[in-house]
């Protein structure tokens, strides 16, 4: 395995020395003064402020950032944003964005996310509607800690708010192809501009696609890619000088074959367990057997496979895994400047999202279950399932004028959103006797979920003295929700209706009408110490709703929700903008706790590759640290930018939290418990959660968070210059990315720690003075750093050195790998007329 590089002051240096843009409060188009850093605009109070005037932790990536670091989805956001982390899950439906090292994991439709994703002032219902390509984006706005006063439930954590293009002046015409030396390539083309004095429209089209970073030996295709298309419209009428109406039709195809893991690991554990010296050691495929069974050879599940190669990109696959989506949505933007320049609004929105989802469960393309009384195996185990989520909201917000000591904003918000779930896994035929038992544990469930959301929500500021501003604001809100649940484990009954009896029986849930209220809100003291340096400290509170376990496991006893989710946060901060413009500092110190945390634990039963999960309430959990974001014009015509996110989550409260596989910890004279009274093949700390029973629990009290490193830095610098005799202007940048070692499972076990690493990129070109063409070039990962994301990717692990299911265990390890894992190249073409 190539050794992950890391940050070296060496490396730094030169990253200063050379160039590249950094992704956080950087420029936007707008005034400035030559010789100065371009003026950065937020809304994160709902009105345009400048950024260096808002008491809150605010990075931002721009437009020119996102075009030079070739941003497309999401995920390439969370890279370069160090205060963002992403949990990858099976598919991208489980995906997962953290904000501080807080965000929920979770497979159901029933839970909400901690971190709100909002679209030009139009929430979207579920997080993972986020995971498509960006299209048309103007800046990128990471706003951190509780948001929920202005953005409400479900920005518990933070919320990033993603602005698109405006319409401005005369038309213009733009387009943009992209090609990576791996086959991903892009095309897109906007149009937009004022019409006459009362129409002005902008109008986009984009395509994209990515193979894959996995090479599938079964059918020869590339997976672990995506792609998709992307129309986009805005329309805008101004009847008069004081009204504009704006309408945003939008629609999204994507395909996403994400989620598919590698074997990169084959070890046989020897030694005695009892006298605590296990080894692993490497083992070849031959006289090894999935399971166990010696009708399934190592060799011919995995043929043509290294499986300890750890840069293994083969697999074999029968059944695809990924998500099919489509996502149409409008929106309708009334705006009324009134006499006194204070502006009433009226945001109305409808979108409806479909996917279907897959998943090879037993990570290979021969037949695995055998069915019908037979011993041979003739089906695989695959799950598949499908969504629709319908979501419709209204907002009625007046913000008051810009000027004066006092300024407010105040608002009525109402949503409604419903999900549909069906969802099959495993293999079992009707009249055929089985149940969760079974090897595939089938299920076949269908689900919905349901919640209207009412709130009223305000915040203002005021100058009470010259240099010194006190904000503050509040939310009311009342959320009504329920779910229904019916499940069989028949997988050849696709539709609902024709759910019977059988062996097993028809469950059914429900939980209907339940109401909730919160009241949500925020402070802040503000000192403008000099007229470019200010210092603030802010406490704020959120509120995330009620959540339902409504998953392959729903039991009578989780008949009910599970309680709401809050924070309470603290941040004491500073910004400046000093020597004329051509440096800014903001830094922020926060530490926020959350109380009945709402999280998904998944888990694998010996023998057994289906990936379970049940959800939790974690009474408290927390993090604090320290962030920093840097930006300089260091000399005429470059730009040197950093920023730093010191993290430290962690679980305060936690007496009951899942254990870890250890397999020095054995049961001795036959017992199933081990000598010290511990679970037998668990970590010793886990314990019977009732006297007698089988079930391990550990108490995770004081222990760490996982998913996110203690240090993540963001290091980078852009150049531009003359080209002579040439009517040409170059540019070359770098940016480098590090982030420290870090825990990837909730129960703490010490293998599940990632090792560091650092990426370099470097990118460079030529552009015409006037932007009319540019041509550019850039390598992903220079240095062709190797590094594994997530080393508990979920793969075939029940693999034994025998043909019975007591020969000696072997241990498969998988992965999934990182777009720029590997060094890339690409050339970008732009072109404006």
């Given at each position: 395995m190539k050794k992950p590089i890391l940050l070296t002051p060496m490396a730094s240096a030169l990253a200063l020395a050379l160039l590249s843009m950094n992704v956080h409060a950087q420029q936007e188009e707008s005034?400035?003064?030559?010789?100065?850093?371009?003026?950065?605009?937020?809304?994160?109070?709902?009105?345009?402020?400048?950024?260096?005037?808002?008491?809150?932790?605010i990075s931002v990536m721009s437009e020119q950032e996102i075009q030079r670091t070739n941003i497309r989805e999401i995920e390439d956001v969370v890279a370069m944003m160090p205060s963002l982390t992403l949990n990858s899950g099976t598919t991208a439906a489980n995906n997962a964005i953290f904000m501080r090292g807080i965000g929920t994991v979770s497979v159901g439709i029933g839970v909400e996310s901690d971190v709100a994703v909002i679209i030009d002032d139009i929430p979207i219902a579920t997080q993972f509607q986020a995971f498509k390509d960006l299209a048309d984006v103007s800046r990128i706005e990471v706003l951190k800690g509780p948001q929920s006063t202005l953005f409400g439930k479900s920005a518990v954590a933070g919320a990033v708010n993603i602005v698109t293009k405006p319409i401005s002046g005369p038309m213009v015409y733009r387009a943009s192809t992209y090609l990576t030396n791996d086959n991903e390539w892009r095309v897109n083309a906007s149009a937009g501009g004022q019409l006459d004095e009362h129409f002005a429209m902008r109008l986009y089209a984009g395509k994209s696609r990515l193979p894959g970073t996995f090479h599938n030996l079964t059918d020869g295709k590339d997976v672990n890619g995506s792609g998709g298309k992307t129309f986009m419209a805005k329309l805008q009428w101004n009847p008069i000088d004081t009204v504009q109406v704006d309408l945003t039709p939008r629609y999204n195809f994507q395909e996403n074959s994400r989620g598919v893991t590698a074997v990169n690991g084959f070890n046989l554990r020897t030694g005695s367990a009892a006298a605590g010296n296990v080894v692993s050691t490497p083992i070849g495929l031959n006289g090894v057997y999935l399971n166990g069974n010696p009708l399934l050879p190592a060799t011919s599940?995995?043929?043509?496979?290294?499986?300890?190669?750890?840069?293994?990109?083969?697999?074999?696959?029968?059944?695809?895994?990924?998500?099919?989506?489509?996502?149409?949505?409008?929106?309708?933007?009334?705006?009324?400047?009134?006499?006194n320049d204070a502006q009433l609004m009226s945001i109305t929105s409808w979108s409806k999202y479909l996917a279907n989802d897959f998943r090879d469960q037993d990570f290979t393309d021969v037949p695995t279950i055998a069915v019908a009384g037979s011993t041979i195996p003739t089906v695989g185990n695959n799950q598949f399932g499908t969504y629709d989520i319908r979501s419709k909201t209204q907002e009625f917000r007046y913000v008051s004028p810009d000027t004066g000591n006092f300024k407010y904003v105040a608002g009525l918000w109402l949503a409604h959103n419903e999900i549909y779930r069906h969802f099959i896994r495993g293999y079992c035929v009707a009249p055929t006797v089985c149940n969760a038992n079974s090897p595939s544990s089938p299920t076949n469930y269908y689900t919905?979920?349901?919640?209207?959301?009412?709130?009223v929500f305000g915040q203002a500021s005021w100058e009470f003295m010259p240099t010194w501003t006190l904000t503050g604001g509040l939310r009311v809100n009342e959320e009504i929700s329920g779910y229904h649940y019916k499940r069989n484990y028949f997988t050849n009954q696709l539709d609902e209706a024709s759910f019977t009896p059988g062996p097993v029986g028809v469950d059914q849930f429900q939980s209907t009408g339940n109401t909730d209220h919160a009241t949500t809100g925020k402070i802040s003291l503000q000192k403008q110490i000099t007229p470019e340096?200010?210092?603030?400290?802010?406490?704020?509170?959120g509120y995330k709703g009620e959540a339902y376990d409504v998953t392959s496991g729903l039991k009578a006893s989780a008949a009910f929700p599970v309680r709401p989710e809050t924070s309470q946060s603290f941040e004491l901060g500073t910004k400046a903008n000093l020597f004329n413009s051509r440096l800014s500092v903001a830094a922020t110190y926060f530490k926020s706790d959350f109380f009945n945390y709402q999280q998904n634990v998944t888990y694998v039963l010996p023998n057994d590759p289906t990936i379970y999960s049940q959800l939790n309430s974690i009474p408290n959990i927390a993090t604090h640290g320290f962030e920093l974001d840097v930006n300089a014009l260091a000399a005429k015509d470059l730009t040197i930018n950093g920023a730093l996110a010191f993290t430290l989550p962690t679980i305060e409260k936690w007496a009951n939290g899942p254990c870890f596989a250890d397999s020095t910890n054995v049961a001795?004279?036959?017992?199933?418990?081990?000598?010290?009274?511990?679970?037998?093949?668990?970590?010793?700390?886990?314990?019977?959660?009732?006297?007698?029973?089988?079930?391990?629990v550990q108490n995770l009290n004081n222990t760490v968070f996982p998913g996110t490193s203690k240090i993540r830095l963001n290091i980078g610098a852009n150049y531009e210059f003359g080209i002579p005799k040439m009517p040409l202007k170059g540019f070359v940048n770098v940016n480098v990315r590090y982030q420290s070692k870090y825990n990837t499972n909730?129960?703490?076990?010490?293998?599940?720690?990632?090792?560091?690493?650092s990426i370099t990129d470097l990118g460079f070109g030529v552009?015409?003075?006037?932007?009319?063409?540019?041509?550019?070039?850039?390598?992903?990962?220079?240095?062709?750093?190797?590094?594994?994301?997530?080393?508990?990717a979920s793969g075939p692990s029940s693999f034994r050195a025998g043909p019975t299911a007591t020969s000696p265990q072997v241990s498969a390890s998988s992965w999934v790998p990182p777009r720029d894992v590997f060094r890339y190249f690409s050339v970008k073409l732009d072109v404006k007329f």
């Amino acid at each position: 395995m190539k050794k992950p590089i890391l940050l070296t002051p060496m490396a730094s240096a030169l990253a200063l020395a050379l160039l590249s843009m950094n992704v956080h409060a950087q420029q936007e188009e707008s005034s400035s003064k030559p010789g100065t850093l371009e003026t950065v605009v937020v809304t994160a109070n709902k009105r345009v402020e400048k950024l260096e005037s808002v008491p809150m932790a605010i990075s931002v990536m721009s437009e020119q950032e996102i075009q030079r670091t070739n941003i497309r989805e999401i995920e390439d956001v969370v890279a370069m944003m160090p205060s963002l982390t992403l949990n990858s899950g099976t598919t991208a439906a489980n995906n997962a964005i953290f904000m501080r090292g807080i965000g929920t994991v979770s497979v159901g439709i029933g839970v909400e996310s901690d971190v709100a994703v909002i679209i030009d002032d139009i929430p979207i219902a579920t997080q993972f509607q986020a995971f498509k390509d960006l299209a048309d984006v103007s800046r990128i706005e990471v706003l951190k800690g509780p948001q929920s006063t202005l953005f409400g439930k479900s920005a518990v954590a933070g919320a990033v708010n993603i602005v698109t293009k405006p319409i401005s002046g005369p038309m213009v015409y733009r387009a943009s192809t992209y090609l990576t030396n791996d086959n991903e390539w892009r095309v897109n083309a906007s149009a937009g501009g004022q019409l006459d004095e009362h129409f002005a429209m902008r109008l986009y089209a984009g395509k994209s696609r990515l193979p894959g970073t996995f090479h599938n030996l079964t059918d020869g295709k590339d997976v672990n890619g995506s792609g998709g298309k992307t129309f986009m419209a805005k329309l805008q009428w101004n009847p008069i000088d004081t009204v504009q109406v704006d309408l945003t039709p939008r629609y999204n195809f994507q395909e996403n074959s994400r989620g598919v893991t590698a074997v990169n690991g084959f070890n046989l554990r020897t030694g005695s367990a009892a006298a605590g010296n296990v080894v692993s050691t490497p083992i070849g495929l031959n006289g090894v057997y999935l399971n166990g069974n010696p009708l399934l050879p190592a060799t011919s599940v995995l043929a043509g496979i290294n499986a300890n190669d750890p840069n293994n990109r083969n697999v074999r696959r029968d059944f695809p895994t990924g998500l099919i989506s489509s996502d149409r949505g409008v929106g309708l933007k009334v705006s009324w400047t009134l006499p006194n320049d204070a502006q009433l609004m009226s945001i109305t929105s409808w979108s409806k999202y479909l996917a279907n989802d897959f998943r090879d469960q037993d990570f290979t393309d021969v037949p695995t279950i055998a069915v019908a009384g037979s011993t041979i195996p003739t089906v695989g185990n695959n799950q598949f399932g499908t969504y629709d989520i319908r979501s419709k909201t209204q907002e009625f917000r007046y913000v008051s004028p810009d000027t004066g000591n006092f300024k407010y904003v105040a608002g009525l918000w109402l949503a409604h959103n419903e999900i549909y779930r069906h969802f099959i896994r495993g293999y079992c035929v009707a009249p055929t006797v089985c149940n969760a038992n079974s090897p595939s544990s089938p299920t076949n469930y269908y689900t919905d979920i349901y919640n209207t959301n009412k709130a009223v929500f305000g915040q203002a500021s005021w100058e009470f003295m010259p240099t010194w501003t006190l904000t503050g604001g509040l939310r009311v809100n009342e959320e009504i929700s329920g779910y229904h649940y019916k499940r069989n484990y028949f997988t050849n009954q696709l539709d609902e209706a024709s759910f019977t009896p059988g062996p097993v029986g028809v469950d059914q849930f429900q939980s209907t009408g339940n109401t909730d209220h919160a009241t949500t809100g925020k402070i802040s003291l503000q000192k403008q110490i000099t007229p470019e340096w200010m210092v603030y400290s802010q406490v704020s509170t959120g509120y995330k709703g009620e959540a339902y376990d409504v998953t392959s496991g729903l039991k009578a006893s989780a008949a009910f929700p599970v309680r709401p989710e809050t924070s309470q946060s603290f941040e004491l901060g500073t910004k400046a903008n000093l020597f004329n413009s051509r440096l800014s500092v903001a830094a922020t110190y926060f530490k926020s706790d959350f109380f009945n945390y709402q999280q998904n634990v998944t888990y694998v039963l010996p023998n057994d590759p289906t990936i379970y999960s049940q959800l939790n309430s974690i009474p408290n959990i927390a993090t604090h640290g320290f962030e920093l974001d840097v930006n300089a014009l260091a000399a005429k015509d470059l730009t040197i930018n950093g920023a730093l996110a010191f993290t430290l989550p962690t679980i305060e409260k936690w007496a009951n939290g899942p254990c870890f596989a250890d397999s020095t910890n054995v049961a001795v004279g036959g017992t199933k418990l081990a000598a010290n009274g511990s679970i037998a093949g668990q970590n010793t700390a886990c314990f019977p959660i009732s006297p007698g029973s089988t079930t391990g629990v550990q108490n995770l009290n004081n222990t760490v968070f996982p998913g996110t490193s203690k240090i993540r830095l963001n290091i980078g610098a852009n150049y531009e210059f003359g080209i002579p005799k040439m009517p040409l202007k170059g540019f070359v940048n770098v940016n480098v990315r590090y982030q420290s070692k870090y825990n990837t499972n909730i129960n703490n076990d010490p293998n599940s720690v990632n090792d560091p690493y650092s990426i370099t990129d470097l990118g460079f070109g030529v552009r015409d003075p006037q932007d009319k063409y540019k041509v550019s070039f850039r390598v992903n990962n220079l240095f062709d750093r190797f590094y594994i994301p997530n080393a508990n990717a979920s793969g075939p692990s029940s693999f034994r050195a025998g043909p019975t299911a007591t020969s000696p265990q072997v241990s498969a390890s998988s992965w999934v790998p990182p777009r720029d894992v590997f060094r890339y190249f690409s050339v970008k073409l732009d072109v404006k007329f």
